[in-house]
Structures are given as C-alpha cells and as structure tokens.
C-alpha cells in the first residue's frame, strides 16, 4: 500500500480501460472510463505500485530544482525530531568535484563544491538515507516485536510522497523523511505498516487494529495529511 500518494481522479468518456498517468512534476492520475467505481482507482494503484514507485523515483531524480529550493537548501542546523537529535553544519569550500558530509556526532561538516546547489542537495539527501537506514529499522523492528507481528525486511527509501508500504512478501519500506516528523506521527506510520501485515487493505477490519495499537490514529493520520510542514526544503525537492 502506497501512504500518502496523492492523486487525481478524472472521469473519461473516451477511455476504454483505467490508467495511471505520472507527470514530470510527479502529479499522479488516475483515468477511469465513465461508470467506473472511483474505488476501483486505489485498486490500480496497489496492482501497479512496484511501476508507480520506480517511475516516481526516477522523476524525482530528474526534477530539476526551483529557484527559490536553491536558496533555501544551505542548513544550519538540521533536526531529527522524531529520534530527537541535531546536527549542526559547517561549509568549507574546497577544490574537490564532489561533496561530502562527515563528523561525528551532532556536528556535521560539509565540504567540496559547496557552492553548487545540486550537488551539494544530492549530498544532503545521501546522507539523510544512510541516517534513515541506520536509525528507523530498529525502531521499527521494536514495534514490531511489541505488537507480535511478523515483518520479513525493512527498506528505507528516500521518496517525495510516499510515507511507508508494505508488500505481499511482507516486507515494510520506510521513507528516511519519517525523521523529522513528530515522534508520534512517525511511530503511527509504522503502526498503520505494520497492521498491513494482518490486513492488506484499508478496510474497516485494518483501522480497527491500528486504533488498537495506535489510539490517536485518526489525529496522527490528520497530522500526517499536512507533514511537509516539517520537512525542510532541501530533503523535499
Ligand atoms: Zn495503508
């Protein structure tokens, strides 16, 4: 199930067979010939997720960034409000082609062509990964045991919308930018994965169980709904 997709659903009278349509600014429709149940979108979405994502993935490799995204994609401090840590950052412009992030710690230290934006928003979003995949699956392994449930694997993913899924092997794919969400938030996204395990659906069998788990669900899934608050401009492009 992809969480947190986005998506338009548009009735045709000419279409013949139901589609997604993926845009270069990583919009998302759904095509549906008239008499359609709207709710059959959702079912294409999930038949075609491992498509969706890859194409999504690529797109946002692609996307160029915007002028304003440039500006604004030099922190000084980056925080981790879910795990509850913080890093500070310093630039030291040198002559190497690339960009790394090293240092120990909460103090980061950034150096090479600083100065470009892309590289150095490439730099900053690798980085972010790594932290994600060194820091959300013990966290999420831990909710896991807590709530007797089986997860074969955990990925995580660096994407645009999507917050987590969870596939028919039962493997949980987790987005990095889960860390600068809320504690709470974070962990009700994990729970909402998790119980996808026992309910491969959004019926009301499934929401009954993350309730059970999570009983400020529909608050954190309201919360949810306007993440990109929390998300700092550089980790979103
Ligand atoms: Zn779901």
Redesign the pocket.
């Known amino acids: ?3 947190g997709l986005e998506y338009q659903i548009r009735v045709s009278g000419r279409a013949r067979y139901a589609r997604i349509v993926v845009r270069r600014d990583m919009s998302v429709e759904v095509v549906l010939p008239q008499g359609f149940h709207t709710g059959q979108a959702e079912a294409l979405l999930r038949e075609k997720e491992p498509w969706l994502t890859r194409t999504l993935d690529r797109f946002r490799v692609h996307a160029p960034l915007k002028q304003d995204q440039y500006q604004n994609s030099r922190p000084e401090r980056i925080s981790f409000e879910s795990v509850g840590l913080e890093f500070s950052i310093t630039y030291h412009k040198t002559d190497s082609s690339q960009v790394r992030v090293s240092g120990r710690g909460s103090e980061l230290r950034i150096s090479g062509r600083v100065d470009d934006p892309l590289k150095l928003n490439m730099a900053l979003q690798r980085w972010l990964k790594q932290k994600g995949k060194a820091l959300l699956p013990p966290i999420l392994e831990a909710e896991s045991r807590r709530l007797g449930m089986n997860c074969h694997k955990v990925s995580v993913r660096l994407q645009k919308r999507c917050w ?3 596939s028919r092997k039962k493997t949980v794919s987790l987005n990095a930018k889960l860390l600068f969400l809320p504690q709470a938030v974070m962990r009700y996204v994990m729970i ?2 998790l ?2 395990l026992k309910e491969m659906n ?1 019926s009301q069998a ?1 929401w009954a169980l993350v309730k059970r788990y999570d009983e400020n669900a529909s608050e954190h899934r309201r919360q949810l709904k306007q993440a990109s608050r929390w998300i700092p401009v550089w980790a979103d492009r």
Do not use: R
């Open positions: 199930m992809l969480e987590g899924s969870c909402h994965e119980a996808h959004h499934f």
